[in-house]
Every structure is written in C-alpha cells, then in structure tokens.
C-alpha cells in the first residue's frame, strides 16, 4: 500500500492530469490483485500526504473510480474497492422469477423486504392491471441478492384478488402464485437504459447516477387476465440480456 501512494512516478509534465495518473495508478492495482474486493483505501488527506499531491486532485482521482464503479464510498466508514460482480446472462425468451434464475445456475437468492402490504391502487397500477378505482393492490417492494451482494430491486403489484396476503411471500412471488394455481404463463417485458437514483443506488450498493436496466413486465394468466406489474432495476454491471433471433418463415419475409 505504501509503495502504491509512494510521490515517485508522478509527473507533472506529459504524463496527463495528476488526478488521472493517480486513477490509473490505483486502476491497475485493482485489476492486478494488487488491490482486492473490501480493501479499503486511505483517507483523502492521508492518502494526499503519501503521494505529495493535493487534495483536490486526489478527491477527483477517487471520485473518477466511484463513478466507474471500481471503488465504493461509504459514509462514515470511508473509500473500498467494490465487490467484484461477475456479468450473468439472462434470457428473454423465459418466464422465470429471480429465484428460479438464481437456483438455476447454483446459487443462492435471498431478499430484503422493504414493503409487503395492500395499497390503493396508483393510476398508473389501475391502467396496467385493468382494476376498478375502489380495488386494492399488493406491492412488494425488495432488494434481491446473491451470495450476499445486491443485484436487483423489484417492486410489483397485484390484485388483491390474486395475493390477498402479500405478507405470504418469503422466497418466491411465483412459488406463492402456483400454489394458488395463479402463476402467469406469458408476459410483456420493456427494458430500458436508466440512470440510478441516490436512494436506489444507496439499495443496490453502487454511486448514484451509475447506469443500471428497468424492466417492467405485466404478466398474464392462460385466459388473459393481467396478473403482474412488476418494475424491476438491474445492476447494470452485472447483467447482460440475450435475445434469441429467428428468421421469419419465407412467406412472411419480404424481399428488400
């Protein structure tokens, strides 16, 4: 650590910014495993006196490594390298919920419930669940994980009807909706580039105004029926989606 903020090497005549060459200095300690996931960093002033810089530059050299999501700061307990997230491919073209993707490829899913309670309805739920003004709505509202590092936040709502008792749900939404012979067999889903707000980023354990992936999906039972609004965030450094293409049949393909 010593010799990583040591003043040797720093150059001030074409070596680019200051702050730069402190950024990629400790950059390359992060990808070299010089620097580990949870190593914490020095604090701003010491970190200034070890390497002779200012502490104006040092700060924009670290802030530069939070925005990229490289390094975490939390308040109160001070700068770390950030956990390393390894990318998981989902697929588009199944109906699964986040416990079955996770159970999938051997790994644990937990939640963290931030709401479980009935509610009366927002118009925008009301449009998408096509209820009357006077029905009720179950939200749940939690933070999704793996192994302990946050990846997703989901916040759905359903009709009364369909979950009277959100409070029933502990795992898996869809768990629940199939023991009650509800679970939805198709859907629509939107996905689309977000940045993440301060309080979803507090929740997802990333800088705010990092980019992350809203997917709002309304879920359908076999005769029609909508069954689920979910809105969900995804980090967008650990999920890459895939899409599986096929060529029209012949008959419907016309030609350029």
């Known amino acids: ?17 200051l702050y730069v060459q402190l950024h990629r200095r400790i950059a390359e300690a992060i990808a070299s495993g010089r620097l580990k996931p949870g190593d914490s960093l020095p ?32 308040r109160g307990s001070g700068t770390f390298v950030a956990p390393k997230v390894e990318k998981l491919e989902q697929a588009l073209s199944l109906l699964t919920s986040f416990t079955e993707d996770m159970r999938r490829r051997g790994l644990n899913s937990e939640s963290r419930w931030l709401s479980r309670a009935l509610h009366s309805p927002s ?15 179950a939200r749940l509202e939690r933070v999704r ?8 936040i989901e916040r759905a709502s359903l009709p009364q009807a369909i979950l009277p008792e959100p409070e029933r749900v502990t795992t898996s939404l869809y768990a629940e909706l199939q023991a009650r012979g509800l679970r939805p067999v198709r859907a629509v889903q939107r996905i689309s580039a977000v940045n993440v707000t301060p309080r979803d980023a507090e929740l997802l354990d990333v800088p705010a105004g990092v980019a992350g992936l809203r997917i709002e999906r309304i879920s359908y039972l076999p005769g029609g029926k909508v069954v689920e609004f979910t809105r969900s965030l995804y980090r967008g450094d650990a999920y890459d989606f895939a899409v599986e ?12």
């Open 43 to 74: 604090a701003e002033r010491e970190m200034a006196a070890m390497t002779g810089l200012s502490r104006v530059t040092v700060r924009k050299g670290v802030e530069a490594l939070v925005a990229s999501g490289q390094l975490v700061q939390r």
């Open 123 to 137: 118009p925008e739920e009301v449009m998408a669940l096509g209820l009357a003004a006077d029905e009720r709505v």
């Open 245 to 256: 293409l096929k060529l029209a049949p012949e008959g419907e393909r016309k030609a350029e």
């Open 1 to 17: 650590m010593d010799h990583l903020f040591s003043p040797e090497g720093f150059d001030d005549t074409g070596a680019g910014p």
């Open 145 to 152: 994980t793996s192994d302990g590092l946050p990846l997703a």
